[in-house]
């Protein structure tokens, strides 16, 4: 499991661990409970954020491949050269005009 910007997934985990900031600092909140909690706030958002990043992976790749398979359908249809202008193509031309 991985994910493309650990910062955020840190950003994320301290966002969800700020409302307990006051508890700590009135000592309502012991630093051993503070710290498990960001922990698993920290594992929340790391499997999150892989889950997030493995969709953005697989929606990327087929818009890829679809794009691909386009490019090929394009090129099979129209062959470099298949439109006359290609320098064979004038060279021919050429040829039977002397002849």
């Not at 700590?24 to 929340?44: D, E, K, P, Q, Y």
């Not at 999150?48 to 790749?61: E, N, P, Q």
């Amino acid at each position: 499991m991985q994910v493309r910007r650990p910062e955020l997934v840190l950003a994320g985990a301290v966002a969800i661990c700020l409302p307990m900031v006051p508890g700590v600092l009135n000592g309502n909140i012991s630093a051993i409970s503070a710290g498990t909690r960001f922990v698993v706030a920290i594992i929340i958002c790391w499997v999150a954020g892989s889950l997030l990043t493995s969709v953005i992976d697989r929606y990327s790749r087929e818009a890829r491949r679809v794009q691909a398979l386009k490019m090929l359908a394009a090129a099979r249809r129209h062959p470099p050269g298949s439109d006359g202008h290609a320098p064979i193509a004038v060279a021919a031309a050429m040829a039977e005009a002397e002849a």
